[in-house]
C-alpha cells in the first residue's frame, strides 16, 4: 500500500514565524508532489506543485523535495493568521497508476 | 465563472433511499474525480475518468456509480445509502492523468439518517 505520512499537528506558530510542514512517502518511484490547502468547511485549493529535487519558491511559499530521503516540506515564511488551515500533501505514484495519494493533513494555526 | 461546481452542496436523507451528486467543470480538463472525505479529513479517491473513460476504481461498494455522459461532467449516484456512506464528497478535474494538479468542487457534505 501506498502511503503519504503527515503529522497531524496542530502546529502552532506566532505571526511572522516560520512554519514548517513536513510529509514522507513510501512509493520510491513517485515523480510529482503537491501541496494543498483546505480551511474549514472549504474544499482543498492547490497552493504548489514540486517535480524534481531542490526548492522552488512562490511568494511566502517554498517547497522542498528530497527524493532521496522520500521527503517533500512545505515552508510558510511571514506566517499569517489567514494561513491557518488544514495542509494536505498529495504524491502521484509510479508505475502507471493514476491513483493520487493524499496524507491526512497538518493543521497549522498561526497565532496573532 | 465557477471552475468545478457541484450540486447540491448539502444532502440529508435517509438510510436506503438513492441519491444523485452532479458535477461540471469549464476548465477544459480531460480528468475528473470523485473523493470522499470522512469525519476525520481523510481525503480518498473514489473514481477517476479521463475523456469519458473510467480510470481509476478504488475499492468502493458497488452502490456507488459515477457516469460520465461527457468530459465536462460526472456524476455519482449512491444506490441504498448507509449511514456509513455519511462524508463529504468532492469532485476533481485536471489537464491530465498522472502528473497533474487538480482543482477541487465545493463539495457535498451528505448526511445519512
Known amino acids: 500500500q501506498k502511503e503519504v505520512e503527515q503529522n497531524s499537528g496542530p502546529l502552532s506558530v506566532p505571526e511572522g514565524a516560520i512554519a514548517s510542514l513536513n510529509c514522507t512517502y513510501s512509493?520510491?518511484?513517485?515523480?510529482?508532489f503537491f501541496w494543498y490547502r483546505q480551511y474549514s468547511g472549504k474544499s482543498p485549493e492547490l497552493i504548489m506543485s514540486?517535480?524534481?529535487?531542490g526548492d522552488k519558491e512562490d511568494g511566502r511559499f517554498t517547497a522542498q523535495l528530497n527524493k532521496a530521503s522520500q521527503y517533500v516540506s512545505l515552508l510558510i515564511r511571514d506566517s499569517q493568521p489567514s494561513d491557518s488551515a488544514t495542509y494536505l500533501c498529495?504524491?502521484?505514484?509510479?508505475?502507471?497508476?493514476?491513483?493520487?495519494?493524499f496524507g491526512r493533513g497538518t493543521s497549522l494555526i498561526v497565532h496573532p | 465563472d465557477t471552475a468545478v461546481s457541484q450540486t447540491p452542496k448539502y444532502l440529508v436523507t435517509q438510510m436506503g433511499n438513492d441519491k444523485s451528486i452532479k458535477c461540471e467543470q469549464n476548465?477544459?480538463?480531460?480528468?475528473m474525480y470523485w473523493y470522499k472525505q470522512d469525519s476525520k479529513k481523510f481525503l480518498k479517491i473514489m473514481f477517476s475518468y479521463n475523456n469519458k473513460e473510467l480510470i481509476i476504481n478504488e475499492t468502493v461498494p458497488n452502490r456507488f456509480s459515477p457516469k460520465s455522459p461527457d468530459k465536462a461532467h460526472l456524476n455519482l449516484h449512491i444506490n441504498s445509502l448507509e449511514l456509513g456512506d455519511s462524508a463529504v464528497y468532492f469532485c476533481a478535474s485536471s489537464s491530465g492523468t498522472g502528473v497533474s494538479e487538480q482543482y477541487f468542487g465545493p463539495g457535498t457534505r451528505l448526511t445519512v439518517t
Open positions: 514540486i517535480y524534481s529535487n
Open positions: 476548465l477544459g480538463h480531460d480528468t
Open positions: 498529495a504524491v502521484n505514484p509510479s508505475g502507471g497508476s493514476y491513483i493520487p495519494t
Open positions: 512509493d520510491r518511484g513517485s515523480q510529482s
